[in-house]
């Protein structure tokens, strides 16, 4: 990246003596949050609420953001170390170099990270920027909340009995996280990535004496507000739709074919319920199928509103309207087949 | 987005994080398991943050020309990642901070419940009731169940004799009847991972006012969202109408029914729901 160019100086701080005074309208605003925030709680504050639904509408809003946020955070982290503390060689080690390889490969790093898909999101981001091939950091972006240990247990706890749902569980998303990969290193222009790609800050320079600390502060703060923004807008458009759509709906598409299947997987993806927690709430709906319910835990974890808001923010808009539809039927196709060889039909 | 801008945002939420996760807050929200977690992001928040901000001030200090040759004080070392796009995006962070103070809405209620009923079923883990039964009936009070638990059991033919025949305490909230305001129901609700999740167990309740040891704070059924303890056997023969019916795929909103000799108007709970 060309660090002098007009572009890049014209949204830099101008270098005058006034550029402070610039910032503190803003500084002013967030300490006032902060302040409400303490005198609110401290309950200096009525209660503002027009309704018992607008109320709710907030406390299931204010749930999504709590629940993302550690997971956000732990995705921000290891970001930030990916862009600023792993070395590139490390990544070229640690790959397949044919893209046929490097795509199961990356399926299977995804299990490595304990998160949530909102920390997956940023890790791919800074992934494919530090050379990954960007098919092998799609796969590990679908594959990390699908199909890691802590989902494994979750989904066998709310399954007792039904142990081969954990295994259709797994089989199911791994295979749609590898064929999205394949199929999108195969038929996907780069161009639509990389453009954006490159357009992340570019912290990694090993000649500048910049302290790694505030290089690695920098990008990890940046990537947060970046997501953080994405996030906030799909958790309203959730909390929204989960106000708005009365579940007794549901009970019109309970049994068996294609339109209740085709019924989860839309609610999951509207519902954009935590990937550690929609086993519990796929056990509970149980008008449906397994196969369906398979669906449902397939698609979840891999398209949401609350996931594709966060991948359009850092992916663009581009980016999402071809890959979420991809996704979505390959989660469908995948889910079904497995469903039917291992759960028993639909 | 100026350089002060996206740390303070940081900081923004970090507060929130921390705020809710060292309080009884965080049960409205997230399952308590869930609480080191929240609070350890709200600390790593406000660390990098601050650390972000010392880095602005430092790099927009008038006596260092951004020209310089220093690569610490080179413009692309802004956290600006997002000039391109919409940069305005981020501020709506600020929203669950501001929701957080001036609304710091309440756990879900009554509305939810009436909002979520339909083809749900509870969740409990495998439990082993007789011998629960036997071992926590203590100075005279009823064995107390969570609702989960009492609705799975009902659903066990192995477990049905024992709840018709023992007084359990329930604890849970006053949700109105959708069709028949004669009609009593109480829930509580089950969360996975977060308020979002949220299953409603759902109780119907006769009240046995002719039992001669019935004693009833409420004489009518209070208001929704009222919390009351209930002890009560398992009305059988109105469950098994229940059962029937919802996989008949009727709106039903119950799950079990029970016949109370006691209802006792409580305080809310510390931790408002239940969890699997």
Same mark, same amino acid.
């Given at each position: 990246m060309s660090s002098r160019s007009p572009t890049d100086t014209a949204v830099s701080p101008s270098p005058n003596p006034t550029s402070r005074i610039e910032h503190l309208p803003a500084i002013t605003a967030v300490v006032w949050v902060n302040l409400l925030l303490v005198v609110a709680y401290s309950g200096a504050f009525g209660r503002v609420v027009a309704s018992e639904r607008m109320e709710n509408w907030a406390t299931v809003f204010l749930s999504l953001m709590l629940q993302a946020m550690p997971f956000l955070v732990l995705g921000v982290v290891v970001s930030a170390a990916v862009s600023? $503390? %792993?070395?590139t060689a490390w990544f070229e080690r640690a790959l397949p170099k044919s893209p046929v390889l490097a795509v199961p490969a990356a399926g299977a790093f995804?299990?490595?990270?304990?998160?949530?898909?909102c920390s997956a999101v940023p890790v791919a981001g800074r992934l494919m920027q530090r050379g990954v091939p960007q098919a092998a950091a799609l796969t590990f972006l679908l594959a990390s909340p699908a199909i890691n240990p802590v989902v494994v247990v979750a989904t066998s706890v709310a399954f007792p009995n039904q142990p081969m749902m954990v295994l259709a569980r797994f089989l199911a998303s791994f295979v749609a996280a590898v064929t999205v990969g394949l199929l999108w290193q195969r038929f996907a222009s780069p161009e639509i990535l990389s453009a954006r790609i490159t357009r $992340? %800050?570019?912290?990694?320079?090993?000649?500048?004496?910049?302290?790694k600390v505030r290089a690695f502060a920098n990008v990890a703060i940046a990537d947060f507000t970046q997501a953080g923004g994405y996030l906030v807008l799909g958790a309203m458009l959730v909390a929204t739709f989960q106000a708005l759509?009365?579940?007794?709906?549901?009970d019109r598409f309970g049994g068996d074919g294609i339109v209740p299947i085709l019924t989860l997987a839309a609610l999951a993806v509207v519902l954009s319920i935590c990937s550690e927690a929609d086993a519990f709430v796929a056990a509970s709906l149980s008008r449906f199928s397994l196969t369906a319910r398979l669906v449902f835990l397939t698609v979840g974890p891999m398209v949401d509103l609350k996931l594709v808001a966060l991948q359009s923010g850092t992916f663009g808009r581009r980016f999402t309207q071809r890959f979420a539809p991809l996704t979505f039927l390959v989660c469908v196709a995948s889910g079904v087949a497995v469903g039917q060889i291992l759960l028993g039909g639909t | 987005m100026r350089p002060f801008d996206p740390p303070l945002l940081a900081i923004a939420s970090g507060t929130l994080a921390v705020r809710v996760g060292t309080t009884d807050l965080v049960f409205r929200y997230l399952r308590p398991s869930m609480r080191p977690w929240l609070i350890a992001s709200g600390v790593v928040l406000l660390a990098l943050g601050a650390i972000a901000l010392w880095d602005a001030w430092q790099r927009t200090r008038p006596h260092k020309p951004v020209g310089s040759t220093d690569p610490a004080f080179a413009p692309d070392q802004v956290a600006h990642a997002h000039e391109h796009h919409a940069t305005w995006l981020c501020w709506l962070l600020l929203l669950p901070v501001a929701l957080g103070a001036i609304v710091d809405p309440r756990a879900l209620g009554a509305a939810s419940v009436s909002q979520n009923r339909g083809a749900r079923q509870a969740f409990s883990e495998p439990f082993d009731l007789q011998n629960y039964l036997a071992t926590h009936t203590t100075g005279g009070q009823a064995p107390q169940l969570t609702m989960a638990q009492y609705i799975t059991a009902a659903r066990n033919p192995a477990d049905r004799d024992a709840l018709n025949a023992t007084e359990i305490r329930l604890l849970g909230f006053v949700v109105p009847h959708p069709t028949d305001p004669a009609r009593r129901l109480f829930s509580r609700l089950q969360v996975g991972?977060?308020?979002?999740d949220a299953v409603p167990l759902v109780v119907e309740v006769t009240v046995a006012t002719t039992s001669p040891n019935a004693r009833s704070d409420a004489p009518r059924w209070p208001e929704a969202n009222q919390w009351v303890e209930i002890t009560a056997k398992l009305d059988g023969p109105l469950t098994d109408g229940i059962i029937s019916a919802n996989t008949d795929r009727v709106?039903?909103?119950?799950m079990a029914a029970v016949t109370a000799s006691a209802v006792r108007l409580v305080d809310a709970p510390e931790q408002p729901y239940e969890y699997p």
């Amino acid at each position: 990246m060309s660090s002098r160019s007009p572009t890049d100086t014209a949204v830099s701080p101008s270098p005058n003596p006034t550029s402070r005074i610039e910032h503190l309208p803003a500084i002013t605003a967030v300490v006032w949050v902060n302040l409400l925030l303490v005198v609110a709680y401290s309950g200096a504050f009525g209660r503002v609420v027009a309704s018992e639904r607008m109320e709710n509408w907030a406390t299931v809003f204010l749930s999504l953001m709590l629940q993302a946020m550690p997971f956000l955070v732990l995705g921000v982290v290891v970001s930030a170390a990916v862009s600023t $503390l %792993v070395p590139t060689a490390w990544f070229e080690r640690a790959l397949p170099k044919s893209p046929v390889l490097a795509v199961p490969a990356a399926g299977a790093f995804g299990a490595l990270l304990p998160g949530c898909e909102c920390s997956a999101v940023p890790v791919a981001g800074r992934l494919m920027q530090r050379g990954v091939p960007q098919a092998a950091a799609l796969t590990f972006l679908l594959a990390s909340p699908a199909i890691n240990p802590v989902v494994v247990v979750a989904t066998s706890v709310a399954f007792p009995n039904q142990p081969m749902m954990v295994l259709a569980r797994f089989l199911a998303s791994f295979v749609a996280a590898v064929t999205v990969g394949l199929l999108w290193q195969r038929f996907a222009s780069p161009e639509i990535l990389s453009a954006r790609i490159t357009r $992340l %800050v570019e912290h990694h320079r090993h000649d500048d004496n910049t302290p790694k600390v505030r290089a690695f502060a920098n990008v990890a703060i940046a990537d947060f507000t970046q997501a953080g923004g994405y996030l906030v807008l799909g958790a309203m458009l959730v909390a929204t739709f989960q106000a708005l759509i009365p579940s007794t709906t549901l009970d019109r598409f309970g049994g068996d074919g294609i339109v209740p299947i085709l019924t989860l997987a839309a609610l999951a993806v509207v519902l954009s319920i935590c990937s550690e927690a929609d086993a519990f709430v796929a056990a509970s709906l149980s008008r449906f199928s397994l196969t369906a319910r398979l669906v449902f835990l397939t698609v979840g974890p891999m398209v949401d509103l609350k996931l594709v808001a966060l991948q359009s923010g850092t992916f663009g808009r581009r980016f999402t309207q071809r890959f979420a539809p991809l996704t979505f039927l390959v989660c469908v196709a995948s889910g079904v087949a497995v469903g039917q060889i291992l759960l028993g039909g639909t | 987005m100026r350089p002060f801008d996206p740390p303070l945002l940081a900081i923004a939420s970090g507060t929130l994080a921390v705020r809710v996760g060292t309080t009884d807050l965080v049960f409205r929200y997230l399952r308590p398991s869930m609480r080191p977690w929240l609070i350890a992001s709200g600390v790593v928040l406000l660390a990098l943050g601050a650390i972000a901000l010392w880095d602005a001030w430092q790099r927009t200090r008038p006596h260092k020309p951004v020209g310089s040759t220093d690569p610490a004080f080179a413009p692309d070392q802004v956290a600006h990642a997002h000039e391109h796009h919409a940069t305005w995006l981020c501020w709506l962070l600020l929203l669950p901070v501001a929701l957080g103070a001036i609304v710091d809405p309440r756990a879900l209620g009554a509305a939810s419940v009436s909002q979520n009923r339909g083809a749900r079923q509870a969740f409990s883990e495998p439990f082993d009731l007789q011998n629960y039964l036997a071992t926590h009936t203590t100075g005279g009070q009823a064995p107390q169940l969570t609702m989960a638990q009492y609705i799975t059991a009902a659903r066990n033919p192995a477990d049905r004799d024992a709840l018709n025949a023992t007084e359990i305490r329930l604890l849970g909230f006053v949700v109105p009847h959708p069709t028949d305001p004669a009609r009593r129901l109480f829930s509580r609700l089950q969360v996975g991972c977060c308020a979002a999740d949220a299953v409603p167990l759902v109780v119907e309740v006769t009240v046995a006012t002719t039992s001669p040891n019935a004693r009833s704070d409420a004489p009518r059924w209070p208001e929704a969202n009222q919390w009351v303890e209930i002890t009560a056997k398992l009305d059988g023969p109105l469950t098994d109408g229940i059962i029937s019916a919802n996989t008949d795929r009727v709106e039903q909103f119950a799950m079990a029914a029970v016949t109370a000799s006691a209802v006792r108007l409580v305080d809310a709970p510390e931790q408002p729901y239940e969890y699997p």
